[in-house]
């Protein structure tokens, strides 16, 4: 479902457009969202919240100190995402999942845990949490190439079989920090 993060997609692209200098990508300065891979696993149970529900267009522009229009939901193999800014330089994204049950949703979360600690490092901080849901991580990261900065961050959360999680990318602009990151994944917590 989740063995690897929308976060960690746009980590691997960060990294190879810092590694290769790429002139294309950077000077757009326009991130875009990546999909989770691989996808949602077949026996995802589709899930009935609205992501662009769980986090408001007013919350995700509060966050961001970005005035953003209503979301795009895109909904693929169980999970539902909402991109707020998917067509600006800063790309807010809401995703959800539920596992058919809570062995198959702590069986992802150990997995997905296991890869960002493993990609943790070269910039990227990766920081368990307590006392949100029942598992919790906040990532964050920065690169910069031919003068743009790109920063991306997310939060990840399992609340029994359901897995959400919010993330921000962003070109020459800064991201959320882990406490508003935290505040926002609390909220959520309450709407489900």
Not at 12 to 27: I, P, Q, Y
Not at 29 to 51: I, N
Not at 89 to 110: K, N, R, Y
Request: aromatic residues 8%; hydrophobic residues 45%.
């Amino acid at each position: 479902m989740f063995r690897k993060l929308t976060f960690v997609s746009m980590w691997v692209l960060l990294s190879v457009v810092s590694a290769c200098g790429s002139s294309s990508t950077a000077s757009t300065g326009s991130p875009t969202p990546a999909s989770p891979s691989p996808q949602a696993s077949a026996s995802a149970t589709p899930v009935s919240y609205d992501p662009c529900v769980l986090v408001t267009v007013q919350e995700a522009s509060t966050l961001t100190g970005v005035n953003y229009s209503p979301g795009l939901e895109q909904p693929a193999n169980g999970e539902k995402q909402c991109i707020y800014g998917y067509q600006t330089t800063d790309v807010f994204a809401v995703g959800i999942a539920q596992a058919p049950d809570l062995a198959t949703a702590q069986a992802d979360e150990a997995q997905a845990r296991a890869f960002l600690q493993q990609t943790a490092g070269n910039g990227l901080t990766f920081v368990e949490l307590q006392g949100v849901g029942d598992a919790a991580a906040v990532v964050q990261a920065s690169r910069s190439a031919n003068g743009t900065t790109l920063a991306i961050c997310g939060i990840y959360v399992l609340k029994g079989t359901i897995f959400f999680f919010i993330s921000d990318a962003a070109a020459n602009h800064a991201v959320p920090n882990n406490a508003a990151l935290q505040a926002q994944a609390v909220t959520v917590l309450g709407r489900l």
